[in-house]
């Protein structure tokens, strides 16, 4: 299968006032993919994003949309994009259907045929012809995607998502996105201060931190580790980590919410049950403990000496 590149930044860079906030920042997204877009507070996520969609100008580098550059045909790009920046803002007087017949006149040739198949792909049937005003904030974000969606955009921008949603509504809107960069063949660019849900929702994240790039890769690659860890479940972990650091020097054994973590080779678990056998230490479980995608951001900024604070 042949994978498309829908969106290419290619050394986007922004000053303001002699201050460089984006610095020279390149990556592809291709059709099909959630791609993730992780940074904390002050980054310059938000702001790339702007840049992206046309809010705000480019100081250097460009910005391709199907192959179509948002500096020299802006309006061929940007017909192709859809986005939410922060906060999606409706009519709240006006019905959920009534805001997307409203929207729908900025666009030449969008059908009420079209306005219901956003409708129930977005799952609003039921509640489309109420008030605005009287939906809950699940709700309101879904309307914004349906409204996004109504030109048949080939890339979706979501800003925050799932801010400010109960646990059933991000579940729902998490699992929306996921099936729809999927059935759709789109492009979904999406940025979020919850990990984990971006764990949950993201083929590929990209890094970014005091304007530069820091990192662009799958999923399952950032968050693997050298080396391969386990948890073991014990009684007595710190008394029992001592005397396994004293037994086996070369392992890195810490303890992590009452259980040790030891990084070790598939092939040291029998010695490691062995020894437990004859120390006679009461083993609960082990098991293959892998970091979370929180664990990896931390260690990745910090790394780069930023201060977090997101």
Not at 13 to 41: A, C, M, Q, W
Not at 186 to 195: D, F, N
């Amino acid at each position: 299968m042949t994978v498309k590149t829908v969106v290419q930044l290619q050394n986007v860079t922004k000053k303001i006032k002699g201050r460089t906030i984006i610095d020279h920042v390149s990556f592809d997204v291709y059709g099909g993919e959630v791609f993730g877009f992780l940074g904390p507070n002050g980054a310059g996520k938000t702001t790339t994003i702007r840049m992206i969609v046309g809010l705000m100008s480019l100081t250097e580098g460009d910005v391709l949309i199907e192959g179509k550059s948002i500096k020299t045909d802006f309006e061929g790009a940007i017909q192709h994009v859809g986005a939410i920046v922060e906060n999606p803002e409706m009519y709240q007087f006006l019905s959920g259907y009534k805001n997307l017949v409203h929207f729908a006149r900025m666009y030449k040739g969008i059908t009420n045929e079209k306005i219901n198949e956003v409708i129930k792909l977005v799952g609003l049937e039921k509640r489309i012809h109420d008030k605005v005003k009287t939906y809950s904030l699940g709700m309101r974000q879904r309307l914004g995607i349906a409204q996004s969606l109504l030109h048949d955009p080939k890339v979706l921008i979501l800003d925050e998502p799932t801010n400010g949603l109960d646990p059933a509504g991000i579940r729902e809107i998490r699992d929306y996105i996921r099936r729809l960069a999927k059935e759709r063949d789109m492009a979904v660019i999406v940025s979020s201060h919850l990990l984990s849900e971006m764990e949950m929702m993201c083929d590929r994240i990209g890094i970014i931190q005091a304007g530069k790039l820091v990192d662009v890769q799958t999923m399952n690659d950032f968050v693997s580790t050298e080396g391969q860890l386990y948890k073991l479940e014990v009684e007595q972990p710190e008394e029992i980590k001592t005397k396994l650091t004293a037994h086996y020097p070369n392992w890195t054994i810490e303890t992590v919410q009452g259980s040790l973590v030891i990084n070790m080779t598939k092939e040291d678990i029998p010695s490691l049950v062995r020894w437990c056998v004859e120390n006679e230490v009461n083993v609960y479980g082990i098991a293959p403990a892998a970091k979370t995608l929180e664990d990896r951001f931390l260690e990745v900024t910090t790394e780069k000496g930023e201060v977090l604070r997101a």
